[in-house]
């Protein structure tokens, strides 16, 4: 769990999962479960439950590698997200087909900001 302003995100492994507050120590994911989180005596946070597991907290630290997973794209000299531009994805021999964005998705001289 990292916190960032009023966002709480759920990181796991590389994907992000923002969380919402529904209540005291409860917070719902993307697919509106609630997450309740648990307090040691001292209140301090020591774990959260999610779908009847309990996962019991890992660190009191967050890595600065796993921050700047909260950022959609990587930062540029200026300190804004860095200028998106597209490229065509590499094959590699998963199985999964890609292909180029069509009109159907962006198209290919699309750039944020634009």
């Given amino acids: 769990m990292v916190a960032s302003g009023e966002r709480l995100v759920a990181i796991i492994g590389e994907g992000k999962y923002p ?3 529904a ?3 409860t917070f719902t ?3 509106g479960d609630p997450i309740p989180f648990l307090r040691d005596a001292d209140g ?3 774990a959260f439950k999610e779908g009847g597991d309990t996962f019991r907290r890992l660190s009191l630290s ?3 590698a796993t921050r700047l997973l909260l950022d959609p ?3 540029g000299r200026d300190g804004r997200p ?3 531009r597209y490229e065509k994805p590499i ?3 998963d199985g999964i087909r890609a292909g180029e964005a069509g009109s159907e998705t962006i198209p290919t001289g699309w750039r944020s900001g634009s």
């Fill in 29 to 31: 994911n993307p697919g």
């Fill in 44 to 46: 301090r946070i020591v």
């Fill in 19 to 21: 969380l919402r507050a």
């Fill in 62 to 64: 967050v890595s600065s």
């Fill in 82 to 84: 860095a200028v998106y």
């Fill in 73 to 75: 794209r990587p930062k």
């Fill in 91 to 93: 094959r590699v021999p």
């Fill in 23 to 25: 209540g005291v120590d």
